[in-house]
């Protein structure tokens, strides 16, 4: 697994089959919340690419097995191992995190991960990597309320509930926070 910084608007090839991967990804949260009208799942490649958004991309060597996937997930491999291993860059893309950034807060924009390797790290391992590069700012996400296990991996990784959201009339979303290390230690001795 190689996870790399990519830029959409720049590499046709990449945006396909990263807009092929968050159309099939988005069905299958579209049926976890029982509404097919996420905004993302109808976005056009020329929307895709012009979306001002940073992108982590991860791609799978078609010749790996599932096992060696969850393998180098459970051993926390990164881009930089992969970096330092001369990794090609070539293989499948199996899925990807967007996200966009201030001085203060990284707010993830979207996390889509390929059908065929669900429930294996990936996203888990997406995530890990903005979190890295977010160093001590909050980080923020929403997900659909009922999308359990995108919930999940976002509590597993410390965020709190914020609210819901309606942004559109009966479409539901739960909004996250991960405050940065300073208000988190804060938080910890006032309670």
Known sequence: ME???MEPGTDEAVARSLLRVQRAAYAVEAVLIGD?????????LDELRAAPLRWLVAFADDAATEDEVADRVATDHTAADDAAAGGSGGGRL??????TEDAATVDIDRLV??????????????????LTRAGGRTVVVATGRAN?????????FGFVVLGDAEPVPGLWITRYTRPGPEERAAA????
Request: glycine share 8%; aromatic share 4%.
């Open 94 to 99: 199996v899925g990807a995190v967007a996200w």
């Open 188 to 191: 910890t001795r006032s309670a």
């Open 113 to 130: 991960v390929d059908p065929a390797v669900h429930r294996r790290g990936v996203g888990r391992m997406l995530v890990g990597e903005v």
């Open 3 to 5: 996870i790399r910084e």
């Open 148 to 156: 359990r296990p995108a919930r999940a991996l976002y509590e597993s």
């Open 36 to 44: 097919d009208r996420i905004p993302t799942l109808r976005e056009t």
